[in-house]
């Protein structure tokens, strides 16, 4: 432990007149399967503001904690991507408003993490609940403007609708702990597939407390499952999961990236490499990118039966 | 092909040869490769033969590709990048609807020219691949000026320089899937055709010329596997599509890791054709038989898993049997032939250890009485029964004329033995209820399902597939994705 716990200074702002008061600390814990376990391997790491104030032990994840992650998004893809695009819709916007009601709370966090005045920190805290919603409006329009009726010249109805490519690993931005966490998520689940995030290495806070957002917004156990740790550490054995199908490396650099991507080619998992994901401009719409990024597209065929010149053949 | 059966008809009714005439093609002695608008020599002078696989006439002798070529062709298809991208795209659309045209006119120089290198019967070039390859440049000719309406954003831009390996199976048709999307788009290409199959391309080039494509625009690269290799490393190529197998999917997966190449895959499948027990019986034959015999089953997508409801199981094999007794096995040039020779003999000899281990393994052999020519490479249709999940015939692709047949009791014991695969290509349903048509067709997790038909393809339809099948889609509005800066 560095420097003297920073939460034990917030009871100097309270009136004189009130007995000093010691504040609750939380321990921080994964969220994995609909529940809050610590890591498997009972290790944590310190987590510090930008000034180096000890913030929490985060739990330090470990192999066995992201294969345990897998098995619980595996199990929970069935149920997500199979509910409704509306029902999905409802969940997600239910999300967003479990994050408003803790908004207070995520700006302290982010402000914390990123070093950032409170008014900035609300901005972006802001943003990033806005982009929740923008992504719930997506759930049940997006086969609608990416699939479609296709005019084969043949008597067949022929169909193309998106679907889910499955589990997804996301490694989350490095530097925006909040805003850049809900813009890789949010459009992965949106699809219905289900993810394994792993929170920003050096403020993983945000990410473990929005596992309590989602454990209280209706969003069924598994969908979403949070690791925090070493990236790279964690990165390695689910980019080599054989019951992965994509991962995002948004908070991969360079070198980890080759070597996430060379480890993904084995059983061809969709990647979409590090790019930026907050924007310059926090309310522009980010695009469908990251939704169609983990979509495949089916295409069904059958025989409508025709009528030729030759008469009816149905 | 003969059997008793049809040796009795045959005295009643007997086929006269039908073939096609060669002389509608004139293919020279020797090609070299096509580079900025020219044939050349490969830098190191190196050759190769492509022979007929059904006769084992040497055709032609054909320049090889080596890496210095693939630098000559991208350095040519960069040079031709600038003025190719900023062509108006009504103008880039003017090119290759010029291109389908010429195709379509020389079309049935082409068929048999086709039919002639890959072995594939007459009446499938004639009938299914050159139709298709014509109207994939017809699609996409109209896309070229309609870009901003792709939903892709406003003025999405193209990528550069495509590098194109595509298979022997359909030469010229996955030339057709990989050129004219990218030419639409306004990048160039460079394409390495199959080793055993070069020759439609280099007519292909021969079209790009009567049909004034400026330079550099399309280069071909008759080759082996590794000037594909040379072609996805080469640092100045900004974009990789392959057609192929997975394990060369893969291999290509890790060669592009940690650089911003964009890339598309289209690996094997082992379909799922899942026949239940109200199914059309006799269409459903007809179904899996073009599902796994078409192209002598050197398809991706074939339906080389068939599944079939226990209750009815007897009853189809018996009408597959005697439906394969009828087909005719030859001369792919005869009108008449149904399946033709197997492309090379490295092929052939995959197909049979895989038949052979398929035996045993304690699957059960059959194939209808059948001669096979003497010369040429052949395989004569084949049918496995007794066949498990575990068998290796159950679970790699074969890419050849055989079909494993397993059964299942219940709907979801279909969908889950169709699933359980590490591929996820294509799929078969038949039935005549329409409920279970849609709610199979939903739980199949593979890029393509035919029901109550299969193998069909079409220009405006998304094509490509899930898990290790690989990735992105050629067809349709979606095959832009793959060429576009989105």
Redesign the interface.
Known sequence: MSEKPKNTEKPKNTEKAERQRLSVFKTYKLYVGGKFPRSESGRVYEVTDTEGNWLANAPLSSRKDARDAVVAARKAFGGWSGATAYNRGQVLYRVAEMLEGRRDQFVREVADAEGLSKSKAAMVVDAAIDRWVWYAGWTDKIAQ??GGG?????P?F?L?TPEP?GVVVVLAPQESSFLGLVSVIAPVIATGNTVIVIASEKSPLPALSLGEVLATSDVPGGVVNVLSGKTAEIAAPLAAHQDV?AIDLAGAD?VL???L??A?????K?VV?PQAVDYPDYFANP?I?RLTAFL????????TGALGASGSSY | MTTENTEKRSSAFAYAPAPESRSVVDIAPSYGLFIDGEFVEAADGRVFKTVSPSTEEVLSEIAQAGEADVDRAVKAARKAFGKWSALPGSERAKYLFRIARIIQERSRELAVLETLDNGKPIKETRDADLPLVAAHFFYYAGWADKLDHAGFGANPRPLGVAGQVIPWNFPLLMLAWKIAPALATGNTVVLKPAETTPLSALFFADICRQAGLPKGVVNILPGYGSAGAALVEHPDVNKVAFTGSTAVGKAIARQVAGTRKKVTLELGGKGANIVFDDAPIDQAVEGIVSGIFFNQGQVCCAGSRLLVQESIQDELLDSLKRRLSTLRLGDPLDKNTDIGAINSAEQLSRITSLVEQGEAEGAERWSPACELPSAGYWFAPTLFTNVTQAHTIARDEIFGPVLSVLSFRTPDEAVAKANNSQYGLSAGIWTEKGSRILAVANKLRAGVIWSNTFNKFDPTSPFGGYKESGFGREGGRHGLEAYLDV
Do not use: C, F, I, Q
């Not at chain 1, 993904?264 to 061809?268: E, H, I, Q, S, T």
């Not at chain 1, 495949?296 to 025989?303: D, F, I, L, R, S």
């Open positions: 403007v990416v296709n005019p084969v010249a043949g067949y022929n193309s490519t199908n360079d990236a080759k070597e991507e060379v993904a080619a084995d059983n061809l969709r490499r695009g990118e495949e597209t089916k295409t069904v065929w059958h025989p």
